[in-house]
């Protein structure tokens, strides 16, 4: 405060450089109430990035903008609710649970968040269906065909399954009574496996810990350093689509020097550009997390995540991968069973994914007569 006061006094405007979204905001008008305190007649502007790069900071500052009163109230109106909720609901389940349990809760105070209460109920919610489920056993019939020594096909039953023996051994009986199989149909089509949408900030740590077995906490700490290192876009994002202005070409263009995903990124130049697919959430305060710069020095979790951003941002501007799916339907004693084969024509995205599977599956049922 004592900085801002005495900086101000030499000063003709105030520029704010809080992070874009609503806490940045509430912050930028202490900052403004502060310095007004000293110099009522400052001019202010609001510097709206979300990414430290020279292009970015240089943008900011060509369209500066007034701040957001709105937003700033905004945050006001939900920190004074949290407030006199919490202390409400924290009083009051005191009181009570200190009344029902006497002996062990008489010095206790039983808090209360407005956010952190109810998240804990689904979770206790959670937990105490997974304690009440009862398993219950169940049969099925398997049909295989092994048209040689190397190779076999599993048919799955079009009943799924059933939950009486009997009923389930009586039709497996009919089906070894006569258990010659005749096809159905055989039906092709063709199939898409979608590549990934943009990243925010919860799916960033969702597939961190599962692709990358690095958790949530640790996740958040190495992007918060890459961001500041101007190596990606700010990592703390409810946005999944990518605005119109963002030009992706050029972030992809910065890709294009890497050895392992360099000519992934010119094909996508070459093709027609980033074709990125949406998805349907905004925050309108930052984009979605991608690489804003290319390195190579990184090293450890910090390189393995700069790659992973990477490469989902690149599979993202790509192409779905395409296959086509072959679907054989027999019968056996008026029972039918099916089974299908994919076969991969274009892998696209999959030549710079590899957190994602998709394997040709061949399928030799055709061969049943």
């Known amino acids: 405060m004592r900085t801002l006061e005495r900086e101000v006094r030499q000063c003709q405007a105030l520029v704010i450089w809080t992070d874009c979204d609503r806490e940045g905001e509430n912050i930028g008008f202490e900052i403004i109430d502060v310095c007004k305190a000293v110099k009522p007649n400052v001019q202010v502007f609001r510097a709206r990035f ?7 900071i240089r943008r900011a500052c060509e369209t500066l903008t007034e701040p957001d009163i709105n937003i700033s109230d905004a945050v ?4 004074e609710l949290d407030l006199r909720i919490g202390a409400s609901f924290t009083r009051f389940q005191t009181l009570r649970l200190q009344k029902i349990f006497p002996e062990s809760l008489s010095d206790q105070l039983i808090s209360y968040g407005s956010c952190q209460f109810p998240t804990l109920g689904f979770v206790v ?52 009574e006569d258990p010659m199989a005749k096809v159905i149909s055989v ?14 900030t919860v799916e960033l740590e969702k597939l961190a810990s599962r692709k990358l077995r ?15 290192q101007g190596f990606i876009s700010y990592p703390r994002t409810e946005t999944n689509m990518f605005p119109q202005n963002l030009n992706l070409t050029m972030l992809v263009e910065q890709q294009t020097q890497d050895n392992e995903w360099g000519n992934f990124a010119q094909r996508i130049l070459e ?54 799916e072959v679907t054989v339907e027999i019968e056996i004693a008026e029972e039918r069973f099916s089974a299908s084969g994919l076969t991969i024509i274009a892998r696209n995205y999959l030549e710079v994914y590899p957190y994602d599977k998709w394997y040709n599956k061949v399928n030799t049922a055709q061969n049943i007569t």
């Open 187 to 200: 039906t092709s089509k063709p199939k898409s496996k979608w590549r990934p949408l943009p990243l925010d």
């Open 214 to 228: 690095i958790s949530a906490k640790e996740t958040m700490k190495i992007a918060e350093k890459l961001y500041t």
């Open 125 to 176: 919610e959670r937990f105490k269906a997974i304690q009440a489920f009862v398993p219950e056993t169940f049969f099925k019939i398997k049909v295989v065909h092994e048209p040689n020594e190397e190779e076999s096909v599993e048919f799955s039953w079009k009943r799924h399954r059933l939950f009486n023996h009997t009923a389930c051994l009586v039709l497996y009986q009919m089906c070894m």
């Open 50 to 56: 979300s990414e430290i790069t020279p292009n970015s």
């Open 76 to 79: 006001d109106v939900r920190q």
């Open 271 to 324: 093709s027609g550009g980033p074709t990125p697919r949406n998805g349907n959430k905004s925050d309108q305060a930052h984009p979605p997390i991608h690489p804003t710069k290319y390195t190579n020095s990184l090293q450890g979790n910090e390189k393995r995540l700069y790659e992973f951003i990477v490469r989902h941002f690149l599979a993202c501007c790509s192409k779905d991968a395409q296959g086509q």
